[in-house]
T-cell receptor, first 119, second 112 residues
Framework: GAVVSQHPSRVICKSGTSVKIECRSLDFQATTMFWYRQFPKQSLMLMATSNEGSKATYEQGVEKDKFLINHASLTLSTLTVTSAHPEDSSFYIC???????????????FGPGTRLTVL | AQKVTQAQTEISVVEKEDVTLDCVYETRDTTYYLFWYKQPPSGELVFLIRRNSFDEQNEISGRYSWNFQKSTSSFNFTITASQVVDSAVYFCALNGYNKLIFGAGTRLAVHP
C-alpha cells in the first residue's frame, strides 16, 4: 500500500518550453501533496505544499508563476515548469499524505522522482 | 526554527564494518517525528524508520539500529556488518507541523 507514482520519470526539453510532471497516489487519497527539488549532490528542498481544491503554498524563493501546481483531485497533483531554462534542470520529487493520516505530522509517501534536463 | 544537521558528508567503509550516521536536530515543537530515508543511485527515496518525539526507545531492524536521544537532540543510525548494497545517500528528516525538513545527507560508500 501507499504507493505514489510520478510521470514522466525522465524528461529532456529545449529551453523555453513548458514541462508538466504528474504525481499520483495509487492506492490512497491524498489531501496534501508536496513538491521537492533536489540538485545534484544536494538535499531535498521543499518547493510547495498543495492541498486538494485550493491554491498551493510556496516556500520562500520559489516563483509561483514559474512552477505552477494544480491539485485537482485527491489522487493527482501536477507541477508545470513554465518556460524552462537550464538552471531548472533538477530532480523533482513529489510526496503525498494519506487523507486518513493522523495529522499534519504524519508520514509522507514519496514518488520515484522525475529527472528534468533542460537543454 | 527547525533544522537537521548531518555533519558527515561522506563516509567510506569496507564491507562488514559497522558504521554510524549522525543526525542532530533543532525544533521548538514538543511533538514531532524523525525519519531516516535511504536514496540509492536510482534516486527513489526508501523509507527506513519513523520515530515520534515521545518514544525514546531504541529500535533494531535486522542490521539497522537507531539511537534516539532527546537530551542531545540526536537520532543516530547504525548499520552493522555493512554490505556493498548499503551504498547510498542517507537522509535524516524532521517533521514538525506540515513540513518535512531534510538534513544535507550522508553519502555512504561500502567497498568490497
Amino acid at each position: 500500500g501507499a504507493v505514489v507514482s510520478q510521470h514522466p520519470s525522465r524528461v529532456i526539453c529545449k529551453s523555453g518550453t513548458s514541462v508538466k510532471i504528474e504525481c499520483r497516489s495509487l492506492d490512497f487519497q491524498a489531501t496534501t501533496m508536496f513538491w521537492y527539488r533536489q540538485f545534484p549532490k544536494q538535499s531535498l528542498m521543499l518547493m510547495a505544499t498543495s492541498n486538494e481544491g485550493s491554491k498551493a503554498t510556496y516556500e520562500q524563493g520559489v516563483e509561483k508563476d514559474k512552477f505552477l501546481i494544480n491539485h485537482a483531485s485527491l489522487t493527482l497533483s501536477t507541477l508545470t515548469v513554465t518556460s524552462a531554462h537550464p538552471e531548472d534542470s533538477s530532480f523533482y520529487i513529489c510526496s503525498a499524505r494519506d487523507k486518513l493520516a493522523g495529522g499534519p505530522r504524519d508520514e509522507q509517501f514519496f514518488g520515484p522522482g522525475t529527472r528534468l534536463t533542460v537543454l | 526554527a527547525q533544522k537537521v544537521t548531518q555533519a558527515q558528508t561522506e563516509i567510506s567503509v569496507v564491507e562488514k564494518e559497522d558504521v554510524t550516521l549522525d543526525c542532530v536536530y533543532e525544533t521548538r515543537d514538543t511533538t514531532y517525528y524523525l525519519f531516516w530515508y535511504k536514496q540509492p543511485p536510482s534516486g527513489e527515496l526508501v523509507f527506513l524508520i519513523r520515530r515520534n518525539s515521545f518514544d525514546e526507545q531504541n529500535e533494531i531492524s535486522g542490521r539497522y539500529s537507531w539511537n534516539f536521544q532527546k537530551s542531545t537532540s540526536s537520532f543516530n543510525f547504525t548499520i552493522t556488518a555493512s554490505q556493498v548494497v548499503d551504498s547510498a545517500v542517507y537522509f535524516c528528516a524532521l517533521n514538525g507541523y506540515n513540513k518535512l525538513i531534510f538534513g544535507a545527507g550522508t553519502r555512504l560508500a561500502v567497498h568490497p
